[in-house]
């Protein structure tokens, strides 16, 4: 069936670092891509999109990454950030969903000091 | 620029009662949408609303119905409340449908 999956539920890294958030996805008809940020206790918050006739979007310390020949997404997170700690999911949208936005289960990104 | 907002944040219902969350989309959206997140989740779409009609729905039983006013603000209405529907309720708005979805905080909703 249709489905979003994130790699590896936690991801643990050292501030200042890089981060990479991989995620797979297995509707290749998906034509839109979104990573969101969701701390506790809060909404998802838009990260970054980017759409399938892209290889790669840039905003700011963020990059997402799209790889359509192995159904791939991944962000990137420069210098990383005590307040990058949070759950990140990815999610897709295929053509005539509408707003429909199917989502992965999410994983926990932790900034160790 | 308001975001969007979502009330109330928090509510406990027992079993076989019946709930209405309520959203206000942020400025200048014409397009609603509800998920479902339950704990350790991702979001659920339930469903979207569109000039007051809905239009795409999730796999949700009849019971969860919603409501679009004319100033865009937004209903969730959940009958015969079931305990697995304890959840953190999403309200979610965008201008159109090829533009990102803003989320509000949720409603938390806990059925006992």
């Known amino acids: 069936g249709e489905s979003v999956g994130l790699h590896l539920p936690t991801l643990s890294v050292q501030e200042g670092d890089n981060s990479i958030i991989n995620c797979a996805y297995s509707?290749?008809?998906?034509?839109?891509f979104i990573w969101y940020k969701q701390e506790s206790g809060k909404g998802p918050q838009f990260i970054i999109d980017?759409?399938?006739?892209?290889d790669k979007r840039q905003g700011q310390r963020v990059t997402v990454l799209l790889n359509k020949t192995v159904k791939h997404l991944s962000l990137q997170i420069a210098a990383t950030q005590p307040g990058d700690s949070a759950v990140y999911f990815c999610?897709?949208?295929?053509?005539?969903?509408?707003?429909?936005?199917?989502f992965g289960k999410g994983i926990t990104l932790s900034v160790r000091p | 620029e308001t975001g969007v907002t979502q009330s109330p944040t928090h509510l406990i219902k027992t079993r076989g009662q019946q709930v209405t969350l309520r959203c206000s989309s942020q400025?200048?959206?014409?397009?609603v949408s509800w998920y479902q997140q339950a704990l350790g989740q991702g979001p659920q779409f339930i469903f979207q609303?569109?000039?007051?009609?809905?239009?795409g729905r999730g796999n949700f039983p009849p019971r969860f119905s919603g409501l679009q006013f004319p100033n865009y603000s937004s209903e969730l209405n959940v009958n015969a409340l079931e305990l697995d529907d304890s959840a953190l309720y999403l309200c979610a708005s965008s201008y159109g449908f090829n533009s990102p979805l803003h989320f509000g905080n949720g409603t938390r909703l806990t059925v006992t």
């Open positions: 980017i759409r399938s006739n892209m």
């Open positions: 400025s200048g959206h014409n397009t």
């Open positions: 609303y569109y000039r007051e009609e809905e239009n």
């Open positions: 509707n290749s008809a998906s034509d839109y």
């Open positions: 999610a897709e949208k295929y053509p005539g969903a509408n707003s429909k936005l199917t």
